[in-house]
């Protein structure tokens, strides 16, 4: 088989959906046979015409995926298809005057265009047959579309080789990262090596709460892998636009003054500014769980939260002061509200959102933002203490289980509330715009 398969697509328009069908296709077609500009091809200095002419030229078969925007997106008060300078105008433009087959793929109920539609030279794009890929029946209609590849481009293609799991290849506690797959929605993980510590604070610690206690020995016995950083809004995104969960109902924003319920806020509108880099929030527990399991479903792994003997654990990577930087805390070292102090720091920047994922540094262990920026949902159901918490770092399955625990503290919080031993709670069905999560594979 010769040839690769060019997906063209607009980020604005289809990114999740066109990265679903990209893992759909590896799994019969080998990934070099694929291409897909997922982090920017086109490198300062280059002629993006040229370079979008070459790889277009490289190509049998074009499968262009429309979404329900990808016709009424504009720039400067018209649609950015009708730019004869615009990167899917000169990829669909490129490939039809090459007589490349380009094949519409119809995703998140979009319409075929009509010529009246699209310019002159795309025009020959509405008498081309389309595939529609529906979200309830993704992977059957994308299979659809795997025969007719397979016919175009000749013969049935070899299954990709077996690929050993990256972790095995990964030591324990050296902070490198691995994806299960080559996904840009599957999360970067780390393997956290084994041992034991000791969980919760001393009674010496400055602003401990009585909740923290008694300290309790846990041993992690074998390693495992965490989230490198915070589930991210993108992560979530592809999530959201294959299953379609329930995502109604609204959150819990600030106003500035008060926290508040608003109906009309939710993930995709928290009530600040975000992009796909940052983490989600208004998530609840359930829909936390729920990510998880279709994250499984998708890799064949289990995925799951951490308990929060575990998210200490990760957290901590070793140290027992309030940070695992020590027991003072600076805005530039995470986010928070930095109007209070801890520790002997001075005052600093009240960000009153939150950032990207990958701000500041990572602890010894390679994880991102262990203290600020979101509270983490844990598997375990709330109790009052530490008094019979297992020793053996599993979650706690018994107390109020109405209620489970969160870790870490968030942009809002006063930077005592993001030491390593803080514990919260809240209703496992509260959406808040300062809660996230992250998660573990066992």
Not at 103 to 125: K, Y
Not at 176 to 192: K, Q, S
Not at 292 to 307: D, I, P, V
């Amino acid at each position: 088989m010769s040839g690769k398969i060019f997906l063209s697509y607009r980020r604005d328009d289809s990114r999740w959906p066109t990265l679903s069908l990209y893992n759909l296709l590896a799994q019969s077609f080998p990934r070099e046979r694929l291409f897909m500009d997922v982090e920017g091809y086109i490198k300062p200095g280059d002629d993006f015409v040229e370079v979008l002419e070459t790889q277009v030229s490289a190509c049998e078969v074009m499968v262009v995926v429309i979404g329900a925007q990808w016709l009424s997106l504009e720039k400067d008060g018209r649609p950015r298809i009708h730019a004869p300078r615009d990167f899917v105008h000169i990829e669909i433009a490129t490939a039809l005057r090459r007589k490349i087959r380009v094949i519409p793929a119809l995703v998140d109920g979009a319409h075929m265009p009509d010529e009246s539609e699209l310019p002159e030279p795309l025009q020959a794009l509405a008498r081309r047959q389309a595939i529609r890929l529906s979200h309830e029946r993704f992977a059957a209609d994308g299979q659809g579309l795997v025969k007719a590849l397979q016919e175009v481009l000749g013969g049935v293609p070899q299954p990709p080789p077996a690929v050993i799991d990256p972790a095995l290849k990964v030591r324990p506690g050296s902070g490198e990262g691995f994806r299960d797959v080559a996904a840009p929605w599957c999360p970067e993980m780390v393997v956290v090596q084994a041992g034991s510590f000791t969980m919760g604070s001393p009674d010496s610690e400055e602003g401990r709460w009585s909740d923290e206690g008694p300290q309790v020995k846990v041993t992690i016995a074998k390693p495992f892998t965490v989230g490198r950083f915070a589930i991210t809004r993108g992560e979530f995104s592809a999530f959201i636009n294959e299953t379609r969960h329930d995502m109604s109902g609204g959150a819990y924003v600030w106003s500035g003054k008060e926290w508040k319920h608003d109906a009309k806020k939710s993930w995709r509108d928290p009530g600040f500014a975000q992009d796909d880099s940052h983490p989600v929030v208004c998530v609840n527990w359930d829909d936390a769980k729920a990510y998880a399991k279709w994250l499984s479903q998708k890799t064949g792994k289990e995925y799951r939260l951490l308990s929060e003997a575990e998210w200490e654990y990760a957290c901590r990577a070793g140290t027992q002061t309030p940070f695992w930087w020590g027991s003072s805390i600076l805005a530039e070292q995470a986010n928070y509200n930095g109007n209070d102090t801890y520790g002997g720091g001075k005052k600093g920047e009240f960000r009153q959102k939150t950032v990207p994922v990958k701000s500041f540094q990572p602890n010894p262990w390679g994880l991102y933002q262990v203290h600020g920026n979101v509270w983490e949902w844990c598997e375990d159901c709330w109790n009052e203490n530490h008094h019979n918490a297992p020793s053996d770092g599993s979650p706690r399955t018994t107390g109020d289980c109405s209620r489970r625990v969160l870790r870490g503290g968030s942009w809002d919080s006063d930077p005592a509330y993001l030491r390593s031993a803080i514990r919260n709670t809240l209703p496992a069905d509260s959406r808040d715009s300062n809660g996230g999560f992250r998660l573990a594979r066992t």
